[in-house]
């Protein structure tokens, strides 16, 4: 993979306007949680992708003058007390083998080779990642952008995410294989949470099936936390709780997915706890997947992404009326009340930074397909959820082999 990160950084680079300009990622670090306690450390996805590195406290920094590129990698020094503690920090060699990068400094030699950088290669303009989709100013970015405009009045600011984020849309043939690890791994669980459900279960007791399967099966998190959503608790869109007893001939919901090499799967099923569909449940859910049909079947390169939720609400239209639950279109969204499809990656709802006003989907994206109907009045909630890569002339339902049909979802009950 080594020669993947390399490959995203000079695009990257390759990408910027000016001739002389620097460009400086952080890792990130771990969130407090509570008293002495913090979350799980998540590396910052563009950083990430940039180096394939996933330790704490790290910083990039590219210098591009002209044709010229300098690449630093700042890594923490060793501290033997810590690292009995926590364990031992990246070191160069292994820093340099991930990355490809081979000059590597130490956190504490950051600012002045910012300084010695500015200096020494007239640099006027400093990119950072200042990603900011819910107003919080909190990360490393925005604190190290308020003190380049307090030392360097004259840096001009700018944001690189959109590069990376109209880079990371296209997946290579590396991040193909690891989604569809992941996606297996998902697979595995699904099928363990059907082994395992009866009526009168936790809803919490499906999701530990979940999770046991998937960790067992080399999944190091949840690409996001689970849906499992019985009855009423399916017609609410990110139902979380998961603490309710699942009643005889209920349907659950489940939006589940695992992660490889922080690679993500997003895949729903809707199931009878019991194995076997009403005639209702039957004829509501074949409405979803035949509209779940026909929206992957029109994926193919160049069709505007918007064009995927219109083909869905046409047959919403067509269907919900035939069966009487709606007079005209205005009522779909009563029922439907939320897009059929998200980019998938290195982030369950991807980046689709830099498309401006291009939404056409393009070879090497991956989406996703995910229609559902809501109908609290009947205590009904189904969505069904494939991911599905663009190819060249079409599309790939990486998840086809995960069942989903009504006779499939019925047999496989009858043969646990």
């Not at 160069?92 to 504490?108: L, R």
């Not at 043939?173 to 595995?188: D, G, P, S, V």
């Not at 039957?282 to 069709?303: F, T």
């Not at 060249?392 to 998840?399: A, Q, R, V």
């Amino acid at each position: 993979m080594q020669h993947f990160f390399k490959n995203n950084r000079k695009k990257i680079i390759g990408s910027l306007k000016e001739e002389k300009a620097i460009i400086f990622l952080f890792s990130g670090k771990a969130q407090h949680k509570t008293c002495d306690q913090f979350f799980p450390f998540e590396p910052n996805r563009n950083f990430y992708y940039m180096t394939g590195i996933d330790k704490p406290h790290l910083i990039y920094m590219a210098i591009k003058n002209g044709d010229n590129i300098d690449e630093t990698l700042f890594i923490e020094r060793y501290d033997e007390f810590k690292a009995k503690w926590n364990g031992k920090t990246i070191n160069e060699e292994e820093a340099t083998n991930i990355s490809g990068i081979e000059n590597i400094k130490y956190i504490d030699e950051f600012y002045q080779a910012i300084s010695t950088s500015i200096f020494r290669n007239n640099i006027e303009t400093v990119y950072l990642d200042l990603e900011n989709r819910y107003l919080d100013k909190s990360n490393r970015a925005f604190k190290e952008a308020e003190l380049l405009k307090e030392n360097y009045p004259y840096i001009n600011i700018k944001n690189i995410y959109n590069n990376i984020g109209y880079l990371r849309l296209f997946k290579e043939e590396q991040e193909i294989e690891y989604m569809k690890n992941a996606i297996n791994i998902t697979k595995k669980g699904i099928e363990n949470i059907l082994k395992n459900a009866n009526p009168n279960i936790m809803e919490y007791e499906l999701e530990a099936c979940f999770d046991y399967e998937i960790k067992r099966n080399g999944s190091k998190d949840k690409a996001f936390n689970t849906i499992l959503a019985s009855g009423q608790n399916a017609t609410v869109l990110h139902y979380e709780d998961n603490n309710d007893k699942i009643n005889d001939c209920e349907l659950v919901l489940i939006d589940l997915g695992a992660t490889y090499k922080y690679y993500n799967a997003d895949i729903s099923r809707t199931f009878p706890i019991n194995g076997k569909f009403t005639d209702r449940q039957k004829q509501l859910y074949n409405i979803v997947l035949e509209g779940q049909r026909k929206v992957i079947e029109a994926i193919k390169p160049g069709l505007p992404f918007k064009r995927l939720n219109e083909i869905l609400l046409e047959h919403y239209q067509e269907e919900l009326t035939k069966i009487g639950l709606i007079k005209d279109k205005s009522e779909v969204s009563k029922y439907y009340y939320h897009g059929v499809s998200h980019y998938l990656g290195l982030d369950t709802h991807d980046v689709s930074g830099g498309l401006g006003g291009d939404d056409t989907l393009k070879k090497g994206m991956v989406i996703t397909v995910e229609p559902g109907l809501y109908i609290a009045e009947e205590k009904i909630g189904i969505r069904i959820e494939d991911d599905i890569l663009v190819t060249e002339t079409g599309y790939e339902n990486l998840s086809k082999d995960i069942i989903k049909t009504v006779e499939e979802i019925e047999n496989f009950f009858k043969n646990r």
